[in-house]
């Protein structure tokens, strides 16, 4: 499977500050997801991204508190914009590797803590 | 509705026994695939094992096998002889559909101890 690699692996924020996280993959991949994982929960969707095109947003999230960029096939960007404690979450990126399964494979997760 | 159910919060297991952990799954698609990933507290998630709709045959990932029973919609995972790095949160998952473009719906969880 691809490796897939996350930047930062953890951070501390301020309230009403941003964070932009990688997610760099060492294959070209077509589509990219990000999933949000607060405290003690599952793993929501946040976005899918498609190099090339806008991406998009499952119900309850929105591009000017989430923006995502892709601009090629092995990386992709998402902002955490005017952050919250209740935005304290594991964020990871995901990629579809195995077409035959269609089986979507995991970074290592960005640890995000907002005091 | 729920689309996928995780009863079990807790479970826990002797090392070297085995355990199941339930899964059940709601959808009208004939296509679907279903996933089990493990989460260890570094909060990677860690693919196991996969299940598509038409397979016939139980998949099995050597400690991990699944448990399919399509009438019943379930998807249960079976993981034999327990160690003690099986301690982790399992997550199943289905995605709607095929193609890979479609998202992943994810249960609640189940948290696995496996105790010396």
């Known amino acids: 499977s691809a490796v897939i690699s996350q930047k930062p692996s953890r951070d501390i924020c301020q309230r009403g500050t941003s964070l932009t996280i990688q997610c760099q993959v060492d294959s070209q991949v077509t589509m990219m997801f990000w999933y949000r994982q607060q405290p003690g929960q599952s793993l929501t969707l946040i976005a899918t991204a498609n190099q090339g095109s806008e991406a998009t947003y499952e119900s309850g999230f929105v591009i000017d508190k989430f923006p995502i960029s892709r601009p090629n096939l092995t990386f992709s960007t998402l902002t955490v914009s005017n952050m919250s404690p209740e935005d304290s979450s594991i964020y990871l990126c995901?990629?579809?590797?195995?077409?035959?399964?269609?089986?979507?494979?995991f970074g290592p997760g960005t640890r995000l803590t907002v005091l | 509705a729920q689309k996928i159910t995780q009863t079990q919060p807790g479970m826990f297991v002797q090392e070297k026994e085995a355990v199941t952990l339930d899964c059940t799954y709601d959808t009208s698609d004939q296509s679907y695939g279903l996933f089990w990933y493990k989460q260890p507290s570094s909060g990677e998630m860690i693919f196991l094992i996969y299940q598509g709709s038409y397979d016939e045959q139980n998949a099995t990932e050597g400690r991990y096998s699944l448990n399919f029973q399509k009438a019943r919609k379930s998807a249960n995972l079976v993981i034999s002889a327990s160690q003690l790095g099986d301690s982790a949160m399992y997550f199943c998952a289905m995605r709607e559909g095929s193609g890979g473009y479609n998202k992943l719906i994810f249960g609640a969880g189940t948290r696995l101890a496996v105790h010396p």
């Open positions: 995901s990629v579809v590797q195995t077409h035959l399964t269609d089986t979507q494979y």
